[in-house]
């Protein structure tokens, strides 16, 4: 690739602070909540104008899907999350399990309460472009945004970027899966104008399990998902490609319906799974936002055509961005794996608890049995830089261990975990590897996290 010399050029230092959060998708949020109520001065910065990452921007509302009445969940940040916005009246019930979905637009508001009441200080519009290093050890980031390029120096700063994006830049190890093995990328959107009494009339006499995820992705399960109910949508749009409306070989179109309001309001509408688009490549990006957006039209055209209720159905909106799965991770001090978290694994330097709850690279478990695994430390921790730790589908693991980490209250399991652990650093006076972890367990506990 042709290649140009940039300038170099002295950068005005626009604030310092104790811990610096880069990203506030549910590891960031959680990171930098969490690391304000230790007391230490916390910075939040975000490329967009709101925070909540998957959640707000792209409209990803199930953040508890998984959970059932057996279920063992986590306990901290991620539970206020639902809790908040349910007090605001911005839930609705999921339609199967025991969970609720928030609604993303609400939760706008939740997460600026919840960073204003904890002392965060805040910075939107934000785009992390660069690290600032001392030796192995990062000492802050430089940004762009409209007040030009700027520096923010800090003790520690956690990398919830989803991408791993600053790890990367401070020269850190990752590993991404090849572009023809990741999950795909969805444009989420919405509609209004849905006859919900009629739509679930019709789902009711056609009831789906998650089994019927399996035409498409020959899903592995432990056996008991085949009865689960899921409000899963595929005979409607193989009935679009026996008619024409959608070509044949289209099999991107299908998915899931969630939060389906009085008001005639369907949201989070996952319905175009799309493979082939590495989310760090601009020009994967571009193409998969414009298909995306392109397969969305002919799916609504498919749901009015042959959808019972759907037929005044009208697009409401867009996620602010497509939705990202899969893309880089660190490898870490510990990397965790398929075997850890389909056997309940135990550890040390456990930060946090997670159900056996995995989705994604044709294996669906879900957490009816009460199964759980620790999540440690170790994924957090980047080899070879210091004061840097990572929170979010960025850290440490495998692929199938990335399909239950990815999941947004695991996200909020490691970024309360990563925003304790650099504050009780802080406090010791030791780099972040360096921690006693006893003593970021003790302030997690205080915290109201589950360990164990
Ligand atoms: C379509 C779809 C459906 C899904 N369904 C579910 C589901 O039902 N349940 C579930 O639990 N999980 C689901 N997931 C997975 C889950 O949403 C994500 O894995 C999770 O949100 C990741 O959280 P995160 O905090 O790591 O990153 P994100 O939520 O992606 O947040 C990252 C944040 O960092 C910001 N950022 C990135 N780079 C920079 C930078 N350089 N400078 C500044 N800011 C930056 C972004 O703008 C964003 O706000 C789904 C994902 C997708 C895409």
Redesign the pocket.
Known sequence: MKQIVETARKVPVLAETDVLV????????AAAIAAAREGVDTML????GC?????T??G?E?????RYRDTVDVEGIGIEFEQRTKAMGGTTPFPQGNSDLLDAEVFKVVADEMVQEAGVEPLLH????DVVMEGNAIRGIV?ESKSGRQAILARRVID????A??AVRAGASYRKTPREEMMG??V?FSCSGVDREQFLAYVREHPTTIADWHKDWSAQSSGKEKEIFSPYLGEIFDRARADGLIPREMTSISGTWSSLKETGEATGL?LVYMLGYDATDVRDLTRAEMEGRRLVMLAIEAMRRYAPGWEKARLRNFGM?V???DTRKIIGRYNITERDVRNQARFDDAIGIFPEFI?GYGVVILPTTGRYFQVPYGILVPQRVENLLV????VAGDKISHAAL??????TVT?QGAGVAAAVSLKQGVASSQVDVARVQRALCRQGVRID
């Open positions: 880069v990203g506030s998708g549910p590891g960031g949020l910065v975000e490329r967009f925070f909540g990452g998957t959640i921007q792209v990803v199930s953040i508890a899907w998984y934000a785009l992390a472009v940004i919830a970027t989803g991408d994006d600053i990328v969805t989420v996952n961005r939705g990202v799965r989705d929170a979010g589908r960025c990815r999941s947004m209250m695991a996200c970024g």
